[in-house]
């Protein structure tokens, strides 16, 4: 089965300074992997999502990550922060189950607080 | 095209209590999942149901039982409440493509207080 390792529970950083979110999965013959976000009160909402092709990965506000096979990472970055940033993030990777159907297996999630 | 939607957004329960969310898509998708959220630990899935008529246990079953009604709908009944219970419960729905994966949206969540 699939696991997922987020390093770092919580992340503070100042407005306008760049941020690495860190993501590790366990290996297996295939991997699909997403990054999500939580803002505060809201459900889940998809960042980016590597399926194949590029190693790089480019997602909605200003977000990237690079998927690294040899050391099973899909960190998430972004050059310069913005208080809007501040919310919950989630590393994903997908699983097969039963029937064919596709179950994310979910990192423990960071909290990224940003600050003036 | 509201998505994936949930109900209620708030529920206190007393333990022993049961009580049913209701989580409806619109996006003509195949496959819907329960999954909740507790600090620290991400989000586990508790049932999913991978196409209309099918359903299956997750990672954290015990104590829920769910129910897909149609392709729409996908609800989950707490028979009787504990307070290990209390969560947040978030539904999700994916257009299942054979071969392929796809993108999960989710819904707003119940927050679900058992006391």
């Known amino acids: 089965a699939q696991s997922v390792t987020q390093l770092d529970s919580q992340v503070p950083v100042f407005e306008e300074a760049p941020v690495e979110l860190r993501c590790n999965y366990s290996?297996?013959?295939?991997?699909?992997l997403f990054w999500y976000v939580q803002y505060p009160n809201q459900g889940l909402q998809l960042l980016l999502k590597?399926?194949?092709?590029?190693?790089l990965v480019k997602g909605i506000n200003g977000f990237e990550a690079e998927f690294n096979k040899s050391q099973t990472s899909f960190h998430l970055r972004k050059p310069s922060v913005h208080i809007s940033d501040t919310a919950e993030y989630f590393c994903?990777?997908?699983?097969?189950?039963?029937?064919?159907?596709?179950?994310?297996?979910f990192g423990q999630g960071t909290r990224l607080t940003i600050n003036p | 095209n509201a998505g994936v939607t949930q109900t209620p957004k708030f529920q206190v329960l007393k333990t022993g209590q049961s009580m049913t969310l209701q989580c409806a898509q619109d996006?003509?998708?195949?496959?819907m999942y329960w999954y909740r959220q507790d600090p620290g630990m991400g989000l586990r899935l508790i049932y999913y149901?991978?196409?209309?008529?099918?359903?299956d246990k997750g990672e954290v079953p015990n104590g829920y039982n769910v129910s897909r009604l149609n392709k729409r709908e996908f609800s989950l009944r707490l028979e009787s409440a504990a307070p290990s219970q209390t969560s947040v419960y978030f539904c999700?729905?994916?257009?299942?493509?054979?071969?392929?994966?796809?993108?999960?949206?989710f819904g707003p969540g119940t927050r679900l207080t058992v006391l």
């Open positions: 999700a729905s994916i257009r299942r493509v054979q071969g392929r994966t796809d993108t999960q949206y």
């Open positions: 994903a990777v997908s699983d097969i189950v039963g029937q064919g159907a596709q179950k994310l297996v």
């Open positions: 149901s991978a196409s209309e008529g099918t359903t």
């Open positions: 290996s297996s013959v295939s991997v699909y």
């Open positions: 996006m003509n998708h195949n496959s």
């Open positions: 590597y399926l194949s092709g590029s190693t």
